[in-house]
């Protein structure tokens, strides 16, 4: 532990020296390059010509409002935090979430930031070169262009907007911090004595560190922000405060108007009714659109860390609606969102769950089997599902399953595998004081792993340069968050992720029934996203390897979620079909054809040769008609429960 902090200290002090150096170059350059005596002089550059007295007084006013703003929220912080005191729970807020890349930058080694040789000679070459090409024609009274951005010699898009390049002070922060960040990152790939997955760890870390670090995130380093503020007196300012004291007073990040969407009306709107429910989820069935409908009914499981509905988005995105339209009958599990009466819900409740709403639809359609999808983490426990019911002689009940960037052998797990080391779970374990993992920690890990895109850029946009949230349903279910059964979550973690147990013939049971993967026959369906970092391709693949069954593999265009989410309308992305029994995913793509589009008609073809007889579409087909007892409209309430 006195290593560690050791080097988290010299981790620490290497980067403050190295801003605090970068710093004063810059105060010296503002004063000397704009042509001021001290460093004040040159922020005037940035002040429109001819301010007067009322536009200080704007300036007055909104730095007023700021500290109105700013003394209201610090009220309620303390309101909060002696509420959750006096209740015994967690004072730990989930805005706090830098408490990840905190516990990561435990694991740099010392040797990381040692060898600062070359980085002085890379800054001392750069300073060099952006110094001359501003400062040559100083002399001879002519003006210094801004270089363009492919003569530079790092480019990021973060600094793509011209005020970036437009003065040598700003030039060279950016393009040192591309340059430090580069370094710190070619250090550990160089590092001798780490093994793999330390390595990765490690990269991981220096990457979300690098990100954090960046100087467009912080006020008086942007140009950008710098000009907004001058352009509408610091109501910019305002704006953005606002917005972060909302999302503090929330513990998360917004991402969205949160006032755009409405369940049931423009999200999770494909017409349905409840007709099954038990503590741990509700059971809907989606009302038919077509005169006859396939006999063999699907039951969709979607992943319980989400709400269900990114498979009903808008109707123009909706995965389920399209499916209805298909002539299918259709149902979905609504998990609940987990609270402190669910603290015991284990891995054998999950598996119990998907078993039971087989049994349901089976009894209420009169039917012998059902087609099944599992989405990610509710693929894998559909997977351990066909298992138990293959060990039970039942797996007949189970026509077909289709399985959506789901993971079943988690050695190559990916980027998610940097949450798990024993310090995290740890740290994890004491988030849960009431039995269930705030889904905000959820959000905000997976958020991480994406840093540049789903945090830094929105604390730019929202919070220093004041815009307006947009309206996007996918990212309004990205931030619609699930509590987690802790219990359940851990063992998940540490069973599945780091000890990869599943894939072991009977290292793990269910309801008194052990797997083994290598049982199951039923016939399946395989998608991958190409681009996802969440369950990687390759991770996916391994199914194939384990499952006995006939098997199509598809690998998709995108990621985790566009990947799955992409209806034939609108003509994105593309898909490959290969060999499915090719001895590796590699092999698969070589032998694979590209086509483009979505590949949901494909997949609904597959679907087809599985078994092809239809029926009409009455009685209890149609969900809530005459005779017909059910719960509630759809989406139901457990998806609004938070």
């Known amino acids: 532990m006195a290593d560690d ?17 970068q710093s004063d170059a810059m105060r010296e350059m503002f004063a000397g390059a704009m042509g001021g005596a001290r460093p004040e002089d040159g922020v005037r550059a940035f002040l429109p010509q001819g301010i007067d007295q009322a536009d200080l007084g704007d300036w007055a006013n909104s730095s007023a409002q700021l500290q109105k703003l700013w003394l209201d929220f610090a009220a309620h912080q303390a309101r909060a935090t002696a509420e959750k005191a006096t209740r015994g729970t967690n004072p730990l807020d989930p805005a706090q979430w830098l408490v990840i890349s905190q516990s990561m930058l435990g694991q740099m080694p010392q040797g990381l930031l040692a060898a600062q040789s070359k980085l002085t000679q890379d800054s001392l070459q750069l300073w060099q070169g952006v110094a001359q090409q501003f400062f040559a024609g100083a002399a001879t009274g002519a003006p210094s262009a801004a270089p363009d951005p492919a003569a530079l010699p790092k480019n990021d898009r973060r600094f793509s907007d011209p005020a970036w390049r437009e003065h040598p002070a700003f030039l060279l922060l950016h393009q040192t911090y591309l340059m430090l960040a580069e370094y710190f990152r070619t250090s550990v790939q160089e590092m001798d004595g780490l093994d793999k997955v330390k390595r990765q760890s490690l990269e991981f870390a220096v990457g979300a560190l690098a990100e954090a670090m ?14 907004r503020t001058v352009e509408s007196r610091g109501a910019n300012l305002v704006r953005g405060m606002q917005h972060l004291i909302n999302d503090m007073k929330r513990g998360q990040l917004t991402h969205t108007d949160p006032d755009a969407f409405r369940l049931g009306e423009n999200l999770a709107a494909t017409p349905g009714k409840v007709v099954h429910e038990t503590p741990l989820y ?15 009914p699907l039951i969709i499981f979607p992943p319980w860390i989400n709400r269900f509905y990114i498979l009903d988005l808008t109707p123009k995105k909706s995965f389920i609606k399209w499916a209805v339209d298909q002539g299918i009958s259709v149902f979905v599990v609504s998990w609940k969102s987990a609270d402190e009466t669910m603290a015991d819900v284990v891995w054998d409740d999950y598996i119990r769950a998907q078993i039971e709403s087989v049994d349901h639809v089976r009894a209420r359609l009169d039917v012998p089997h059902v087609h099944t999808i599992g989405y990610c983490v509710a693929g894998t426990t559909l997977a351990a599902s066909l298992a138990v019911l293959t060990r039970r002689d039942e797996a007949d009940k189970v026509k077909s399953a289709t399985f959506f960037t789901a993971q079943v052998d988690f050695e190559k797990s990916g980027e998610l595998k940097h949450f798990i080391d024993d310090g995290q779970l740890e740290m994890i374990g004491k988030l849960c004081p009431d ?3 705030d889904g905000r920690y959820l959000a905000a890990t ?6 540049k895109d789903l945090i830094w850029s929105y604390v730019v946009n929202n919070y220093l340069l004041g815009e307006d949230y947009p309206a996007f349903d996918l990212l309004h279910w990205n931030g619609d968050v699930t509590n987690l ?24 049971s269910a309801d008194g029934t052990p797997i083994d993967l290598t049982c199951v026959t039923t016939p399946a369906f395989v998608q991958a996203g190409r681009e996802d970092h969440i369950a990687p391709a390759e991770s996916v693949w391994r199914i194939t390897e384990h499952f006995k069954g006939p098997m199509e593999f598809l690998l998709a265009g995108s990621g985790h979620i566009a990947g799955v989410v992409n209806p034939p309308a609108a003509n994105k992305y593309q898909y490959w079909l290969g060999d499915s029994k090719a001895p590796s995913l590699k092999a698969f793509v070589e032998s694979a054809d590209e086509h483009p589009g979505s590949w949901w008609p494909h997949w ?21 008609g005459k005779g017909d007892n059910v719960i509630e409209d759809a989406p139901g309430r457990y998806v609004k429960t938070r």
């Open 446 to 451: 997976f958020n991480a792993l994406r840093g």
């Open 435 to 437: 039995g269930y993992l």
């Open 282 to 296: 509700q059971l809907i069935q989606y009302s038919p659109s077509t005169d006859t409908v396939l006999e063999v």
């Open 485 to 508: 059964p802790s219990k359940w979550h851990g063992a998940y973690l540490r069973d599945l992720y780091r000890d990869n147990k599943l894939v072991d013939p009977d290292a793990l």
């Open 604 to 624: 609904l073809e597959w679907l087809h040769k599985q078994s092809d007889a239809r029926v009409p579409a009455k009685g209890k087909r149609v969900p809530g």
């Open 5 to 21: 902090k050791q080097t988290t200290d010299a981790a620490a002090d290497s980067i403050r020296s190295f801003f605090d150096l």
């Open 214 to 227: 960046s100087p467009d995130n912080f006020l008086l380093l942007n140009p950008v922000v710098m000009k």
